[in-house]
């Protein structure tokens, strides 16, 4: 194990600020990286990184060799990830919509970014690892770029995840990390799960199945697993997906827990009023299906979103 920083700046207060990594390997095979954080409000990355470096370092520990390399860089955005927010605090910007960076005198989000796109541009395959924000609660999900999908769909089906999102690319998807890393040649999966500002640990007990599948499969692992993952995910594309919004505002209380199947007519939760104790709104599924998304922030108004449920 070798614990590094790789990358150093300095913040607008002349504060030192650098990029870590943890790397276990002999260098002799593939390299897969894993990064997580570059949202600050998103945490189910850390403690996926933990327990692969937890369990890394007992099979260094051990004398079992790892092939290749395994590199974590668990906090991508220390800056958010300190003040706990979402976005890079000075300008609040967005750093998962900078990239694949700027060199120069473009703003410190970027060169930070650019900075991050050139290490991770020379592995064999990536991991994006998000919590979804604050509104919203997801089941573990790889979210796949048609365009990249011949490249990266393989690698989705071995992550132990519960969905395989396939969908378009709008605009704003292409200064992503995954889409530039994707279309630089490195297979890049985006997992997401959970909620932001919490730790999903069943979610991320998964997904930690999941890497150690793909490291076996990767050869940079032998036998890390008593048994192979056999999850076979849900697709979901723009066909299939359906969205449940509201018709009214309130406090919504969930009923359903997402992860489950619902039928049309079976309620997801309730919208209430708090003055008057009655019940505004029954959110009721129109459909059968996988209930995937489930609104996790109590505060609604009309035409907020629910729930998404992949219609079977």
């Known amino acids: 194990m070798n614990v590094r920083e790789f990358y150093r700046m300095k913040t607008p207060l002349q504060e030192k600020l650098g ?3 943890t790397t276990f390997g002999d260098g002799r095979g593939k390299r897969f990286a894993l990064v997580s954080g570059l949202h600050g409000d998103e945490l189910d990355g850390l403690y ?3 327990r692969l470096a937890k369990f890394l ?3 260094e520990d051990s004398g079992k060799p790892i092939r290749g390399q395994v590199s974590l860089i668990p906090v991508a955005n220390p800056l958010a990830t300190a003040a706990a927010e979402r976005f890079w605090p000075f300008g609040q910007i967005d750093v998962n919509r900078c990239f694949p960076g700027r060199a120069g005198d473009e703003g410190a989000p970027f060169v930070w970014a650019g900075a991050l796109f050139e290490h991770l541009k020379t592995f064999d395959l990536a991991m994006d690892v998000h919590s979804s924000n604050l509104f919203l609660r997801e089941c573990p999900q790889v979210r796949v770029v048609e365009k990249f999908r011949e490249a990266v769909e393989p690698y989705a089906g071995q992550a132990n995840v519960d969905v395989v999102w396939i969908h378009d690319a709008p605009t704003v998807i292409e200064t992503t990390l995954s889409y530039n ?3 630089a040649g490195v297979p890049t999966l985006v997992v997401e799960m959970g909620v932001g500002y919490r730790i999903q640990t069943q979610f991320v007990d998964a997904v930690f199945r999941g890497v150690l599948n793909l490291l076996m499969n990767l050869n940079i692992l032998s036998d890390a697993l008593d048994e192979p993952v056999k999850k076979k995910a849900i697709y979901a594309t723009e066909r299939n997906v ?5 018709d009214s505002g309130g406090f919504f209380v ?3 827990q997402v992860g489950s199947t619902v039928r049309s007519g079976d309620r997801v939760g309730e919208i209430l009023n708090a003055l008057t104790g009655e019940v505004k709104e029954p959110v009721v599924s129109k459909w059968d299906g996988y209930l995937f998304t489930v609104r996790a922030h109590p505060i ?5 979103l629910m729930a998404r449920i992949i219609e079977t």
């Open 181 to 183: 890393l994707n279309a």
């Open 19 to 21: 990029l870590f990594e």
């Open 242 to 246: 359906r969205y449940l919004n509201s």
């Open 57 to 59: 370092r007992a099979w």
């Open 300 to 304: 609604v108004y009309p035409g907020s």
């Open 48 to 50: 996926l990184s933990y």
């Open 254 to 256: 969930p009923e359903a």
